[in-house]
């Protein structure tokens, strides 16, 4: 589903990633990031995909670097982002990026 942001500017975190084989209890810290980001002040919306391969794309907006800053040290976060490093992904990417405009065709 794609989120709804307001009107940029805002941030966006796009977070591309390589799984690594097995769950190893991804899926149930997947779950959880996606119940705990809303609650983080000046958090905008999420969209995400994986292929079979297990290459994925979460693309997360914020209202600014501040809240991008504290959901990073967020506690929970931080334990999700080690167990990353350390178990679930053989390679990945993080960028940070303004939105300045913004395009859509919402349905038909």
């Known amino acids: 589903m794609m989120a709804a942001a ?10 591309s990633s390589q799984r690594t084989e097995g769950d190893q209890g991804y899926g149930a810290m997947a779950e959880r990031m996606v119940e705990l980001a809303p609650e ?8 995400s995909a994986r292929d079979a391969q297990g290459f994925g794309i ?13 959901w990073k040290a967020q506690g929970e976060h931080a334990v999700a ?3 990353g490093w350390e178990t679930w992904y053989s390679a990945f990417h993080l ?14």
């Open 6 to 15: 307001p009107d940029p500017p805002y941030l966006a975190v796009i977070f």
């Open 40 to 47: 983080q002040p000046g958090f905008l919306g999420v969209e």
């Open 58 to 70: 979460t693309v997360s907006y914020w209202r600014d670097e501040a809240a991008i800053a504290a």
């Open 81 to 83: 982002q080690r167990l």
């Open 95 to 108: 960028r940070v990026c303004r939105v300045e405009r913004e395009y859509a065709l919402d349905g038909r």
